[in-house]
């Protein structure tokens, strides 16, 4: 066998010290590049933690040429900073050369690996190992093991991420200026309005009849949701604004038209007698939403409407900038529509982006081809790919390939936003994560709205998908502060730079 590199030797000397210290413990082996250490990094490393008792990493070397982009003691210190890491070192031979020396009690890789050559096999099989696969795990929830390495939390619930910000070579201060490029946009948004109402309640208990909680309305508040909230965000980031819907000839949608045009909102609006529109209610106690009902009909919308549609975007489309597909899959954008619209912008060289909701009903992100980027949640990107099993990076890669787009922010609840971005290197894409800057959000209800907004005007304006990105998650923690859909302003993300 190959003589190792003397760091190995020097790794696998400290390794057996521990094994003297724990007899009896179960050693895992993990190695790769670990770029930037992100969810996915983390998911893999609790799962490999939870097979055994001693969890060691090898980090790749930059001289072994496996496409790292950050510098190896980087990628290390990153690595070395996780809780549940025990012992991180510089991997200089192949993986296989070292478990054959170490010989570990299970090695773990990603579950996008099951189905190719492991070289690591042979080595394991050699001494009695095991080789598992991690999947992607969607129920990861262990934030708060991680507060003391990921989070630095400010005085008033908010964590800027400065160490984001160096790693991408731009100045939170200098997105002052960023944000002040936004004014004048010209921009246009196409998708489901939604009428969101918060009906506060008192819990007066439960009913003696049967278990049900019995609530006594006492005040109820109205917001423009859905693509609505986010014409009305871009409007008060400073965008000229039209806004494309197809809602119901009601009190409903003169109360949105109303409330839009106050905002500053070109609105489009495109009345269905055959349904309503849609109507979200929350009925909410002690800020806690207990309930939620929604009004609403699915069907798709019919050509004469279509037709309508098309004729006046492709008017509207002359002078556009950014184009922001905001799809909740109730029927207004179907294919043959946003087939129509993606080639009119195409041909116009029109900045593109969409983002397709599938909380509670059934959506395909990928159907929106060549944007600029996309913005599904991790269930979304899954469904679209048909992949639960994959990792977050090859995941993102799947979609992306899928779509034929350009970039990936995937939100990920309370573990932030992963963005897996196109670099200046051809065919060379880097994967990097963003925290959530609100810690104590009070309704999460609109942070993906107000996150798709900024960060596609922010990317329209001439910002990078890393500036995007950041501005994108600071409207976010915004949003998130308050209870309702309120449309945010330049201030109040100039308040929190």
Same mark, same amino acid.
């Given at each position: ?172 201060? #200098? $997105? *002052?200026?960023? &944000?002040? !490029? ?10 489901? %309005? /939604? ?108 050509? #004469? $409407? *279509?037709?309508? &549609?098309? !004729? ?10 950014? %184009? /922001? ?173």
């Amino acid at each position: 066998m190959k003589k190792l590199h003397e760091d190995s030797l020097k790794a696998l000397e400290l390794i057996s010290n521990l094994r003297k210290q724990k007899r009896n413990a179960k050693f895992v082996f993990v190695s790769g590049n670990f770029n930037i250490v992100h969810p996915g990094h983390l998911r893999l490393l609790r799962f490999a933690k939870e097979c055994g008792n001693i969890l060691v990493v090898g980090v790749y070397a930059d001289s072994l040429d496996t496409g790292a982009v950050l510098p190896e003691n980087n990628r290390l210190e990153g690595v070395d900073s996780i809780s549940w890491v025990d012992f991180a070192f510089i991997l200089r031979d192949s993986s296989q050369s070292f478990i054959s020396a170490l010989k570990p009690d299970i090695i773990v890789k990603g579950q996008e690996h099951e189905a190719h050559c492991n070289p690591e096999q042979a080595a394991v099989d050699a001494y009695g190992g095991k080789l598992l696969f991690c999947s992607g795990d969607l129920t990861f929830s262990s934030i708060d093991l991680l507060r003391k390495e990921l989070m630095v939390s400010s005085s008033d619930g908010f964590d800027l991420q400065q160490e984001f910000a160096e790693r991408h070579s731009f100045s939170i201060d #200098s $997105l *002052t200026e960023q &944000i002040g !490029k936004m004014k004048n946009l010209n921009v246009v948004v196409i998708g489901d %309005l /939604i009428i969101d109402e918060y009906i506060t309640c008192e819990a007066l208990g439960m009913s003696r009849e049967d278990p049900t909680i019995v609530v006594s309305p006492i005040v109820s508040d109205k917001f423009v949701g859905g693509a609505g909230i986010v014409a009305a965000h871009a409007s008060g980031l400073g965008g000229k604004v039209s806004f494309f819907t197809v809602c119901g000839n009601d009190e409903n949608s003169i109360y949105a038209e109303n409330e839009l045009k106050n905002h500053g909102v070109s609105v489009h609006f495109y009345r269905d007698e055959s349904r309503p529109t849609i109507h979200k209610q929350r009925f909410r106690a002690e800020n806690k939403t207990l309930l939620r009902v929604n009004h609403l009909k699915q069907h798709t919308i019919n050509k #004469s $409407l *279509t037709s309508l &549609i098309i !004729k006046e975007l492709e008017r509207v489309l002359e002078s556009t900038e950014l %184009l /922001i597909f905001s799809d909740f899959n109730y029927g207004m954008l179907h294919q043959e529509l946003v087939d129509h619209v993606i080639s009119i912008a195409r041909k116009k060289n029109i900045m593109m982006v969409a983002d397709s909701q599938s909380s509670s009903q059934t959506g395909d992100v990928a159907r929106f081809k060549y944007m600029n980027f996309l913005k599904p949640t991790e269930h979304e990107a899954r469904l679209s790919v048909r992949d639960h099993n994959s990792g977050l990076v090859i995941l993102a890669e799947k979609l992306r390939k899928m779509a034929k787009c350009k970039n990936i922010l995937m939100t990920l609840g309370e573990e932030g936003v992963l963005i897996h971005a196109q670099t200046s290197q051809k065919n060379k894409w880097m994967t990097d994560q963003l925290r959530p800057m609100n810690l104590a959000p009070r309704d999460v209800a609109g942070a993906g709205d107000s996150f798709l907004t900024c960060s596609s005007m922010a990317m329209a304006s001439g910002s990078s998908i890393w500036q995007s990105a950041y501005l994108g998650s600071l409207a976010a923690a915004c949003q998130v502060s308050r209870i309702g859909n309120i449309p945010l302003s330049k201030d109040d993300l100039r308040r929190k730079i």
